[in-house]
């Protein structure tokens, strides 16, 4: 049997991921397993309050997330995942890469600091987000953070696609999806729908 594709969004906070996991989800009817999805549940089963307690609560839903990646490719099917991964992140996926087979495929997305910032802040302002994200603590250290080197692959490797999601309006979103459509093909045996589809 063919390896499972793994298809990972990731770039910055506020770079479009979620907008462009959801879309490749629904055009290639693929599972799609979020980290904020994951993380909100447990805010609503165990309750919010610090900046502290989102980063507790954080770790656990990396524990989550990779949990049930693992077990869908371990029944060898392919799927995507989205969170705001990064070079710290490579481990995670070293090891997973030792427990079960996948074929890794990137997709990152990209947005100047300036964006990143009027993005997230106009979320949050317009209540967006889970309070238990704590963004108004978040807003204030990426205020202090270093945003603008842009997001580099992860070590695992596979297949890499850059989105330029400073303007939504110029990214052909089904574009993209035809793009991993095309990578996945092979085992998928179909191409991504078009909305005239």
Known sequence: MPDPYLVIVHGRPATGKTTIARFLAEQLNLLLVT?????????????????????????????????????????????????????????????????????????????????????????????????????????????SADHAERTRPLSIGGEVIEADTDDFERLDLVEVAARVSKILSPRTGEEAKTPEQ
Not at 81 to 107: A, G, M, T, W, Y
Not at 111 to 125: C, I, K, L, N
Not at 129 to 139: F, Q, S
């Open 35 to 143: 980290k904020d999805d994951i993380k909100e549940r447990l805010f609503e089963s165990l309750g919010w309050s610090d900046r502290a307690w989102s980063r507790k609560v954080g770790a656990a839903t990396y524990s989550i997330l990779m949990y049930l990646v693992e077990q869908q490719l371990r029944a060898g099917a392919s799927l995507i995942i989205e969170s705001n991964f990064n070079s710290e992140s490579d481990p995670i996926f070293e090891d997973l890469s030792k427990r079960v087979r996948f074929e890794p495929v990137q997709i990152i997305c990209q947005a100047s600091p300036d964006v990143v910032m009027e993005r997230f802040s106009s979320r949050h302002a317009r209540g967006l987000r889970h309070p238990g994200h704590v963004d108004t603590v978040v807003i204030e250290e990426m205020k």
